[in-house]
């Protein structure tokens, strides 16, 4: 369970905020970025596509245009992103937030949120929260996702695509 290291069936200490992959899909939003700008405890204003086009945000060098959580407000670099329960490479040109947008929706089974400050057990990069993203482990079947978006006025416009496939190997006879 994010945010103890202690292994039990009981309920934290801090509240976990925890979105399903159905949840998610219910509230129509095509990237983890988006799900997670819906929750009242993530800041907007920093680490996202937004802020480094218009310049508003120059505490953070967002080259690559990637999006990131911010919980409280602390800024991206003090929310901790997990992939499964580890740390993953910092994106940015100082490495200082997890970009969301490299991972895609469809892969993920579930979100964990601790909005609370989780230093104590993460280190510094926790004072915000931490955001635990639980990937799909097993999966058999295709999916395939299309979306298209657009405003009333202007030229503005959103398309997606993906597709997910996976199988399970049987690399014995007795395994089946």
Do not use: C, H
């Not at 959580?69 to 940015?92: F, K």
């Not at 496939?165 to 014995?172: C, E, F, L, P, Q």
């Amino acid at each position: 369970m994010t945010g103890s290291n202690i292994r039990s069936s009981g309920a934290g200490v801090s509240p976990l905020i925890e979105l399903s992959a159905e949840d998610i899909e219910r509230t129509g939003s095509g990237t983890i970025a988006e799900a997670l700008a819906l929750l009242p405890q993530n800041f907007g204003g920093t680490g996202n596509e937004d802020t480094s086009l218009t310049g508003s945000d120059r505490t953070i060098n967002n080259l690559g245009l990637g999006a990131s959580v911010n919980l409280r407000g602390l800024g991206s670099d003090a929310t901790l992103t997990l992939v499964n329960g580890r740390r993953v490479a910092g994106s940015g040109g100082r490495g200082d937030f997890t970009d969301l947008s490299t991972i895609p929706l469809g892969a993920v089974e579930k979100i964990e949120v601790l909005p609370d400050g989780a230093s104590a057990l993460y280190g510094s990069d926790a004072v915000g929260g931490v955001v635990n993203l639980l990937l799909r482990r097993d999966y058999d079947g295709a999916e395939t996702r299309y979306r298209i978006g657009s405003v009333t006025r202007g030229a503005s416009q959103d398309v997606q695509f993906g597709q997910l496939i996976g199988t399970r190997w049987v690399t014995s006879v007795n395994e089946v």
